[in-house]
């Protein structure tokens, strides 16, 4: 195991440190009276500083108990979207115009599990940040903005309605799932946005944006006492934690569909394909385990070394659009690849051959060598950048897992566990498919 040191700074804030002596990284942790926890990531020499603010609600939080309440309620999809982009609006104007005065590049994305803000910047890092810690935690919505909002989003979800790549992955969902909200799209429909209220956002923001279901990271060229003495000045000291109940409906293992299809407007058919995953922890280092094991399985079958992608592209079957990758969250997980071909139907025959070929003589030891060290490489080569570090650390961080325990991950992965999960994942009865074809 790679050496992990925790340490104090002894003052009032009670700062923590975590040395990750193995990948040569430190990780300043301060958690306010709220409950909000901070990270501060250094990274001395850095021109760019990135700052996010998350929270741990996404677009499948759509049924819930409220704390101090009894009953669930369920509120129209496409929520946290909406909220997204209801933030930006503040009473004195836009935040993005705010931003762009003070020289920084901002941005906000709302997914499945989590609503995330930031920006990045060069120089002027503290007023940055203070618009983002006062934006965040100030709401300013009036039934008037949100029904202009409402516009807004429904060109949004018609666009998205005729975008193949978004139909062909949300296709696949729909495939794989029966009831999980994780098929329903993340901005809604536009008939969902219409049973809006202003009242019904303030409720999923006063439940959801509560400090102690956030998270404020910082990557870059700063103080950590500095960053988090701003904090500490600047967020509210709400009550004690709630207790978010969330509910989700009982999702069968099988698949809902193995085949979707549609047609739109594509020179090429497009497809995707994957396998739902049952088999999970969707907490602590078991799934970085799982989710590093699966990535490894792809790489090796379908990677760009591997036979399949070869003997597939020389026969133009896929082209360099091809890719793969794996998800895990908090209460579903999927492999999925696709890209372009002239006949998805024949590659998913030649990667079922392959997976069954697999399941008879067993996946190749000298491969999975090559490849797990290919990878944690790769991994390595990520810590150079503030953006990387911001997206993969709030990408894990909600599934109690730290970006930095992916080198031990690696270190300690046996060629016997990625056997049992490839015997577990790789189960042909859970393989779907989305395909879009040409009108």
Do not use: W
């Given at each position: 195991?790679?050496?992990?040191?925790?340490?104090?700074?002894?003052?009032?804030?009670?700062?923590?440190?975590?040395?990750?002596?193995?990948?040569?990284?430190?990780?300043?942790?301060?958690?306010?009276?709220?409950?909000?926890?901070?990270?501060?990531?250094?990274?001395?020499?850095?021109?760019?500083?990135?700052?996010?603010?998350?929270?741990?609600?996404?677009?499948?939080?759509?049924?819930?108990?409220?704390?101090?309440?009894?009953?669930?309620?369920?509120?129209?999809?496409?929520?946290a979207h909406f909220l997204e982009h209801k933030l930006f609006e503040q009473k004195d104007g836009s935040v993005m115009d705010k931003f762009s005065k003070l020289g920084s590049n901002p941005n906000a994305y709302?997914?499945?599990?989590?609503?995330?803000?930031?920006?990045?910047?060069?120089?002027?890092?503290?007023?940055?940040?203070q618009l983002l810690l006062d934006f965040v935690q100030n709401p300013f919505i009036t039934e008037e903005s949100v029904e202009k909002e409402k516009d807004i989003i429904a060109q949004e979800i018609r666009m998205y309605e005729d975008d193949p790549n978004w139909r062909v992955f949300f296709n696949l969902l729909d495939a794989f799932y029966v009831n999980n909200p994780v098929k329903i799209d993340i901005a809604g429909t536009v008939e969902s946005i219409s049973k809006i209220n202003r009242d019904i956002l303030y409720t999923c923001y006063n439940t959801f944006y509560h400090p102690s279901n956030m998270m404020i990271l910082v990557v870059g060229d700063v103080e950590p006492e500095e960053v988090f003495k701003q904090i500490e000045d600047s967020i509210d000291t709400k009550s004690s934690k709630p207790e978010i109940k969330r509910i989700f409906p009982e999702e069968p293992k099988t698949?809902?569909?193995?085949?979707?299809?549609?047609?739109?407007?594509?020179a090429m058919p497009m497809f995707q394909m994957g396998f739902k995953d049952n088999d999970f922890n969707s907490k602590g280092i078991e799934c970085l385990k799982r989710e590093i094991a699966i990535k490894l399985i792809l790489e090796m079958i379908m990677?760009?070394?591997?036979?399949?992608?070869?003997?597939?592209?020389?026969d133009g079957l896929i082209n360099n659009s091809f890719d793969f990758d794996y998800t895990i969250e908090e209460n579903y997980a999927y492999s999925a690849f696709?890209?372009?071909?002239?006949?998805?139907?024949?590659?998913?025959k030649r990667v079922m051959d392959e997976i069954k070929k697999i399941q008879m003589s067993g996946l190749d030891k000298d491969s999975y060598e090559r490849i797990k060290r290919a990878m944690k490489g790769r991994?390595?080569?990520?810590?150079?950048?503030?953006?990387?570090?911001?997206?993969m650390f709030i990408s894990v961080y909600f599934r109690e897992v730290s970006m930095f325990d992916y080198p031990d991950v690696y270190d300690n992965m046996t060629f016997d566990y990625v056997k049992g999960v490839f015997d577990s994942h790789f189960n042909l009865d859970n393989l779907a498919m989305s395909v879009i074809n040409p009108v």
């Open positions: 195991m790679a050496e992990k040191i925790e340490g104090r700074i002894q003052n009032h804030m009670n700062i923590r440190t975590i040395e990750y002596k193995n990948i040569d990284e430190t990780v300043y942790i301060y958690e306010h009276s709220s409950g909000l926890k901070s990270f501060v990531v250094p990274k001395k020499g850095y021109s760019k500083k990135y700052a996010t603010f998350a929270t741990h609600y996404g677009s499948i939080n759509n049924e819930f108990i409220v704390p101090g309440e009894k009953d669930a309620i369920r509120v129209p999809d496409g929520i709302t997914s499945f599990a989590q609503t995330v803000y930031l920006f990045s910047c060069t120089d002027r890092f503290k007023d940055n940040f698949i809902n569909r193995d085949y979707v299809e549609q047609k739109l407007a594509v990677g760009r070394s591997s036979s399949l992608y070869n003997e597939l592209y020389n696709g890209g372009e071909s002239k006949d998805p139907l024949a590659v998913k991994f390595m080569r990520q810590l150079n950048s503030v953006e990387r570090i911001s997206h």
